[in-house]
């Protein structure tokens, strides 16, 4: 985990708010991923980008925006929170062909 | 729509004792299947990963099975420790090579396993 680091580990936050969660790694990967993880339900992929310039959208994306700030940032924002977005956030790497590396995981408050 | 189901939801076992956790999948296509834990508070860590020409595949205590022909797999963990506490999660891959294909990953929902002593 420590190679994949997220920021802030907890966070809770009022309804209406905007909230960026970050993703920094050290693997030297050029495919970031980020997660969303509710109680009883499999992770859901919200965006990913395989490189700096590319970015798409998960099954999810809607109410979340991500910036691929360099090869090893990537941060996902919630532009106008809402409760029902209360979850643990994953964020991932890869390299092509390879395994997916998870970060410890943000849990979001929204209230 | 491609699922991944577990089973069971959770599960307790006494410390040294065997288990196996089912996953069932309807995913097509299909390229691999990986087994993830996910201590409490951390994010998943990868267990194994199969391919559909793999049987078996061996992780010291654990051992994963996949019958592809009835879209079948298995985590059988031996002689339980307490670091065993965690959720197991399946993962199936529909995306060739083990590329990581954002959105050909499918999660299944994990067992909790918790070991007593």
């Known amino acids: 985990d420590a190679d994949v680091t997220q920021t802030p580990r907890n966070r809770i936050t009022k309804t209406g708010k905007r909230i960026m969660l970050e993703c920094s790694q050290t693997?030297?990967?050029?495919?970031m991923y980020w997660y969303r993880q509710d109680p009883g339900l499999g992770l859901r992929l919200i965006y990913y980008?395989?490189?700096?310039?590319?970015?798409n959208k998960g099954e999810i994306s809607d109410g979340y925006s991500v910036s691929r700030q360099a090869q090893a940032k990537f941060s996902l924002s919630l532009e106008s929170a809402i409760p029902n977005q209360t979850a643990l956030y994953f964020c991932?790497?890869?390299?092509?062909?390879?395994?997916?590396?998870f970060g410890p995981g943000t849990r979001l408050t929204v209230t | 729509k491609n699922q991944v189901e577990q089973s069971p939801q959770s599960l307790i076992i006494l410390e040294g004792k065997n288990c196996t956790l089912q996953?069932?999948?309807?995913?097509?296509?299909?390229?691999?299947l990986r087994w993830y834990k996910q201590d409490t508070g951390r994010g998943p860590v990868s267990l194994t990963i199969?391919?559909?020409?793999?049987n078996t595949k061996s992780n010291g205590r654990y051992t994963a099975t996949l019958d592809a022909d009835t879209k079948q797999s298995s985590l059988h963990i031996t002689a339980s420790q307490l670091s065993d506490s965690a959720s197991y999660i399946c993962?199936?891959?529909?995306?060739?090579?083990?590329?990581?294909?954002?959105?050909?990953?499918?999660f299944g929902g994990g067992t909790r396993l918790m070991v007593k002593p």
């Open positions: 996953c069932n999948y309807t995913v097509s296509p299909f390229s691999n």
């Open positions: 980008s395989f490189d700096v310039k590319d970015i």
């Open positions: 991932a790497t890869s390299s092509a062909g390879h395994e997916q590396y």
């Open positions: 199969m391919t559909f020409s793999e």
């Open positions: 993962v199936v891959s529909g995306a060739p090579f083990f590329d990581n294909a954002g959105n050909m990953l499918t």
């Open positions: 693997k030297g990967h050029d495919r």
